[in-house]
């Protein structure tokens, strides 16, 4: 078992089906995204949001296969939670492009624009990069913006607190796609 595997495991492990809603991957008292932690602030609150929307994400996506993973949404979509994963890779890395930095893209290319979503096949090789690529990314993202005292400060093309808000915005309207791909998996509903 891979590094990455024990990750996904680890993951999986942190989120037991809920007893008191079968729908549900944890009790509500449970659940993971919340926190005793107290939000004062501006970059606290943006900083807790993209925290919960990552975590919602791996929620989504918990105890699948790469099978279950690659399901896509409906035909003519290539839209599934494996290429979900995919995405948010890019667009973590699409974050730091956005500053200013030189990030290649890891998936598209010129001549698949959507090599994130048509690249998502049922093949547990291609989940595991997946995940690894989505939380290097996700933790190169944390490194830039703690290099920033002033979420005023203009990176790139825009100051990053707008950055970071259309960051946040993108997981938004994903965990809403995610939450009717898992349905259509397993039945599972938004928590």
Request: aromatic share 6%.
């Amino acid at each position: 078992m891979g590094s990455s595997d024990r990750e996904n495991d680890a993951a999986v492990a942190r989120w037991t089906p809920s007893t008191r809603y079968p729908d549900m991957w944890v009790d509500p008292d449970d659940d993971p995204r919340e926190t005793e932690v107290e939000i004062v602030g501006e970059r606290d609150t943006l900083l807790d949001n993209l925290r919960y929307f990552r975590l919602t994400i791996e929620l989504k996506c918990a105890g699948l296969d790469a099978e279950q993973m690659a399901l896509r949404s409906v035909p003519p979509s290539t839209m599934s939670l494996l290429g979900l994963v995919r995405h948010l890779a890019e667009d973590e890395r699409h974050f730091r492009r956005m500053a200013g930095e030189d990030a290649p893209r890891i998936y598209r290319t010129a001549e698949d624009r959507d090599g994130d979503w048509n690249g998502a096949i049922a093949d547990p090789a291609v989940m595991a990069d997946a995940w690894r690529q989505w939380r290097a990314e996700s933790e190169r993202t944390d490194r830039f913006i703690a290099g920033f005292a002033d979420l005023a400060t203009r990176t790139g093309e825009a100051p990053l607190r707008e950055i970071l808000v259309a960051q946040i915005t993108e997981y938004a309207r994903h965990c809403g796609h995610a939450d009717l791909l898992r349905e259509r998996i397993d039945g599972r509903v938004g928590q």
